[in-house]
């Protein structure tokens, strides 16, 4: 069963990642590796020759082309940190390697970090994520589904209790005969206009979508995938539904990984991210064991990302 393929395969071991990640050295070693395979590039100009220089503590890569200088970090995710690359290279083991998401809360104790540094270091980390799934497609046999996320009052007015309810859609892609692939979630309110948004930047115009009888899916027809209507009457006839095991077992095992994980208030704000957190690691699931390496690449192609951008809420329709 796959489930048991994802739980039994031997992934990055604690004693292993200590092996390679375990100094502030091996640590800028492996980032300048992940970052220059194949020897220096200049981020400006791409330019081969260089000197190295330190300035403060820090070593800056100076292009011999053209002005340019850079730094490790600079131009990256990880730009303008304060913390040590062995802190970031334990969160993101810990975000990797753990079944269920990691809250900040979790990373603080872990880290031995304050608060307000564990939450930033796990945003920008699922920012990453979320840059490196963004251009997600989904093909051939998708099954498809929406969904509400938190929902839980915390503090509320009576009669309130859904203000921090977040609509998203979910979708997977599986084998012919209905075992889970790749998946993707969005955010996405379930209206007809809003659901053709998400199937025209995620649900391949070959693609064949299986959904229950909720008219918005229909939007899928209009980027032309085929689309299969399988009509359930919704509740538990849904869930037993052979034809959508793969995307009741996504949702049961999204449910199970942030159940309190996180406060309601920020999962409001910040679903994108949470659900880029869960699609990430699902879509890596069969490769524990390079997983932290993939991850530590997304965060190199990520653009800096300032705590005033990290917290700006998602634009959303
Ligand atoms: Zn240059």
Same mark, same amino acid.
């Given at each position: 069963m796959a489930t048991n393929r994802v739980q039994f395969q031997r992934g990055l071991s604690m004693t292993e990642f200590f092996e390679r990640y375990g100094s502030e050295d091996k640590c800028r070693q492996a980032l300048e590796t992940a970052r220059w395979p194949r020897g220096f590039a200049c981020p400006?100009? *791409? &330019?081969a020759a260089r000197s190295v220089f330190e300035r403060a503590g820090m070593r800056y890569w100076q292009c011999s082309t053209c002005p340019h200088q850079t730094s490790l970090?600079?131009?990256?995710?990880?730009?303008?940190?304060?913390?040590a690359l062995r802190v970031w290279f334990q969160a993101m083991q810990l975000l990797t390697q753990s079944k269920n998401n990691v809250s900040a809360l979790e990373l603080r104790r872990q880290l031995g970090v304050n608060y307000h540094s564990a939450w930033l270091l796990k945003h920008k980390i699922m920012e990453a994520m979320r840059v490196a799934e963004d251009d997600r497609e989904l093909d051939g046999r998708v099954e498809i589904d929406d969904a509400f996320l938190g929902g839980e009052?915390? *503090? &509320?007015?009576?009669?309130?209790?859904?203000?921090n309810k977040v609509p998203f859609v979910a979708a997977v892609q599986t084998t012919g005969?209905?075992?889970?692939i790749v998946a993707c979630l969005r955010v996405q309110p379930h209206s007809i206009e809003q659901v053709s948004v998400f199937a025209a930047a995620h649900?391949?115009?070959t693609a064949t979508v299986v959904s229950d009888g909720?008219?918005?899916?229909?939007?899928?027809a209009i980027v032309g995938a085929e689309h299969q209507r399988i009509v359930t009457g919704g509740g538990k006839a849904s869930v037993e539904k052979p034809e959508f095991k793969a995307i009741n077992t996504l949702l049961g095992n999204l449910k199970t990984a942030i159940s309190g994980t996180y406060h309601a208030f920020d999962f409001a704000k910040y679903a994108h991210r949470y659900l880029a957190e869960f699609q990430f690691r699902f879509n890596r699931r069969f490769n524990m064991r390079t997983i932290l390496h993939r991850l530590l690449r997304s965060m190199l192609q990520a653009r800096p990302a300032p705590e005033h951008a990290i917290r700006a809420a998602e634009a959303c329709g």
């Open positions: 400006a100009c *791409g &330019g970090i600079s131009g990256t995710i990880f730009q303008g940190t304060k913390l009052r915390s *503090g &509320g007015k009576p009669g309130r209790g859904s203000e005969s209905g075992k889970p649900i391949a115009t909720l008219w918005c899916f229909r939007a899928t």
